[in-house]
């Protein structure tokens, strides 16, 4: 079977949109959508997954309008609402030195 890559323009429920070169990847039996944002400006590339249900429509194109597309949408890795709580101490990250009884 051929492996399915293309660059794309995805429209999401709720009124999102995200565009990049999208996949097909399987995690513990089922089956995302892989979404590779390029670099725009000074963010860096970044990958999402989008579960089916998720995803509304799908426009094939081509990489420049794709990118364009992207710089347009302005998508983040992550939405600064969590970077902030996690920084402020309100999200509970894992303690490094913590180990439990298995070294885990």
Same mark, same amino acid.
């Given at each position: 079977?051929? &492996?399915?890559?293309?660059?794309?323009? *995805? +429209? /999401?429920?709720?009124?999102? &949109? *995200?565009?990049?070169? *999208?996949?097909?990847?399987?995690?513990?039996?089922?089956?995302? %959508?892989? %979404?590779?944002?390029?670099?725009?400006? &000074?963010? $860096?590339?970044?990958? $999402? /997954?989008?579960?089916?249900?998720?995803?509304?429509?799908?426009? *094939?194109?081509? =990489?420049?309008?794709?990118?364009?597309?992207?710089?347009?949408? $302005?998508?983040?890795?992550? +939405?600064?609402?969590?970077?902030?709580?996690?920084?402020?101490?309100? @999200?509970? @990250?894992? +303690?490094?030195?913590? =180990?439990?009884? +298995?070294? @885990?």
């Amino acid at each position: 079977m051929e &492996k399915f890559e293309e660059w794309a323009i *995805i +429209d /999401l429920f709720g009124h999102q &949109k *995200i565009a990049g070169r *999208i996949s097909e990847q399987q995690i513990g039996g089922s089956s995302f %959508v892989r %979404v590779d944002v390029p670099a725009i400006g &000074k963010q $860096k590339p970044f990958t $999402k /997954l989008f579960g089916p249900g998720a995803i509304y429509s799908i426009t *094939i194109t081509d =990489e420049e309008t794709a990118t364009a597309a992207a710089d347009y949408f $302005k998508p983040v890795p992550m +939405d600064p609402w969590t970077v902030r709580e996690m920084l402020n101490g309100k @999200l509970a @990250l894992p +303690d490094p030195a913590y =180990e439990n009884e +298995d070294g @885990l």
